[in-house]
Each structure stands twice: as C-alpha cells, then as structure tokens.
C-alpha cells in the first residue's frame, strides 16, 4: 500500500487531493484505480463504436462514480459540459494538453489545452500531461512543462504526466512500448517533477531488444522484471499503469495483477472497461478492485 508520509516533499495540497482520490474514492486503500476518457480527442470516434453508448460521456461518468473509481481522467469540453451532473460525485482528472493523431506521429508535440487555473476552477484534484519522451521536439514539451509544474507547486494541484516514449528515434530503439524507452520514461518523469506517471507495460522480442542500448539489449527479463524495474525507476513519483487497447479478460486481468504485485500504486484502464456493455463494465470493475484491494 502507497503510503503518502513516505513522500513528505510533496505540499498540502497536493497531498490533500493525492489523499482524496487514493483514500476516499475509489479502492480507498492507497491505489488509483482512473477511467480515463480523452481518447476522443487522441483518437477521434473510432474508439466508441459499440453497440451501447459509450460516445456519450454521460456514460464513463456513471460507471466512474456507481463502480467506484478513484478518479475520471477527460479534456475540458467534456468536463465542463457533463461534469455538473456529477458534481463532488467522482474526483476529476483534467488533462491540460492533447492532440489529435492526424498529423504525422515522427515529430509529436501535444499543445496546451487547459490549464492549471482550469482545474482549480472546476474543482479537479489533478491534472494529466502528455509528454512524448524522445520526440525531436522534446524541447517545446519540456518548456511547456516546466510552466504547468510552476503553476502546479503554486496552486498544490497534482500532475499526472501520460509518458510516451514517441517519434523517429523511439522507433529506432526497440519501439515505443520496449524496456529502454520506458524504463527511460519513467526516469525521466521523476526527473521533471511529476508526481505521478502513467506508463505502458514493457513487451519484449528478440527483434526489439536487438535495437536497444547497451544493457537493455542482453536483458531478456519477464514481464514481471521488466515492470519492477520500470518502477524502481520512477523513484518517488507513483506509477499507474495503462490498460491500453481492447484485451481479453484473462489479459486485462493478468496484466493487473502483475502490475500490482511488481509495486505499482494503479491501473488507468479505458477501453478495457467502458468499451464494454453496463454489466460487463461494472463486473469487470469490481475484479480489478479486488486486484487492488489485496496490494
């Protein structure tokens, strides 16, 4: 279990909305257990063509609040619009930045969306940033973050840094989802001052580890080893873990579980859960809960 005395750097606010979501929402013991929903921005609707309405906002607000999630991770526009209705119900996690996949993935920078103020405004307990590690344009990133950090410390609001190994480099180096890039990135999110960062979970191949960097290179470590070492390396910034795209049960299941058990403090699934049906979602909800509850 995350115990917030053992990350006495952090100030009273951020430790009093930290507190919030990892205590008096969701699993309530420590965890985050975050449904994330700006995938409409990052990936337009294709995400949401079900058969139930999971296009309507409406319907990860209900699932957030009656599943019992810590926190709903989501843009402005959609904050603004459909939060009231859930006012003090579910905490919010309010993604500053964002970009659409459009353009060409080799250069990514994601460009300011929101702002501290407006998280302050709307009464959000964190925001969320994408950083693209490696991006060649890494430098404008960095910048843009160094402000967001400014204003964070100033107004004690928590930052959840989305960190994305991404761009011509990264593809050079084993992909986006190898050991090195990640391992990478979760270093680099300690580094800038994130207090939490949200990763994906390393996979691994002959092929990939052949491209990586002197050691990741003669390292053939299991899924559980690459993990434990993603978060050793993240230091004192929390990690949660994403669910990414569409799995299996046994794999959303498999993947929470290792995730947990190798010292994470969270799961941020999406698609996994409010790409399902009503019951399916909140069954599938309360499995990973238990997950967590046993940390």
Known sequence: MTKLDDFPHLNLGKRTRLHRMMYEFGPGNGTLLILPIDQGLEHGPVDFFT??????????????????????????????????????????????????????????????????????????DAVGYTLYVGSPNQHLDFMQFRKVKEDAEHYGMPIIVWAYPRGSSVDGKGGRDSLYVIDYAARVSNELGADVVKLNVPVTSAKSRSMQPPPYDTLNLSTEEMV????????????????????????????????MEQGATGLIFGRNLWQRNWDDALEMTKTLKDILLKK
Request: net charge neutral; hydrophobic share 40%.
């Open 228 to 259: 434990a070492k993603v978060v050793r390396s993240a230091g004192k910034t929390l990690v949660i873990f994403s669910g990414g795209g569409m799995v299996t049960d046994e794999e959303v299941i498999e993947r929470a579980r290792i995730c």
């Open 51 to 124: 058969e139930h309405d999971c296009l309507n906002p409406e319907y990860q607000f209900r699932l957030a609040v009656e599943g019992g999630y810590s926190a709903i991770a989501l843009h402005l526009g959609l904050a603004e619009k459909y939060g009231p209705k859930f006012a003090g119900k579910i905490p919010i996690v309010l993604k500053i930045n964002g970009k659409t996949r459009i353009p060409p993935a080799s250069e990514p920078v994601s460009p300011m969306t929101g702002s501290v103020e407006d998280a302050v405004r709307i009464g959000a």
